[in-house]
């Protein structure tokens, strides 16, 4: 059985390079990390904005590598806000950042619908 996630864009089925993708995305999100850390330090919102928006890109291709796709990540992601949300967990009570983040993505939606 071939996997879907290790099918080129010419159909084509290569572990060996599609591992090497996976390594090299790892890599990225590694420096990208340390991009955010230091632009959090000394730098200023443009770019904290860019580290946080490479990350996120670097996760869900990442995860398609990985076999998953990027509509399963997103309900995976929904399933953990609003699990946090419902723990209520200290942090959540006294800044309620998951609960903005919540609403958000189902502002989101409503607006695609």
Do not use: P
Not at 1 to 19: H, P, Y
Not at 76 to 90: C, D, L, P, R, W
């Amino acid at each position: 059985m071939e996997v879907s996630f290790l099918r080129s864009k010419s159909g084509e089925v290569n572990s060996e390079s599609n591992l090497r993708v996976i390594e090299w995305l790892k890599a990225e999100l590694a420096e990208s990390l340390g991009l955010l850390f230091k632009s959090m330090l000394r730098a200023g919102n443009e770019a904290t904005a860019d580290a946080l928006s490479n990350i996120i890109i670097l996760c869900y291709v990442l995860g398609r590598r990985a076999g998953i796709n990027y509509q399963s990540i997103d309900m995976h992601v929904m399933h953990k806000i609003n699990g946090t949300v419902s723990e209520a967990i200290e942090v959540e009570q006294m800044y309620g950042d998951l609960t903005e983040l919540k609403k958000y993505f189902d502002r989101k939606e409503s607006k695609t619908r």
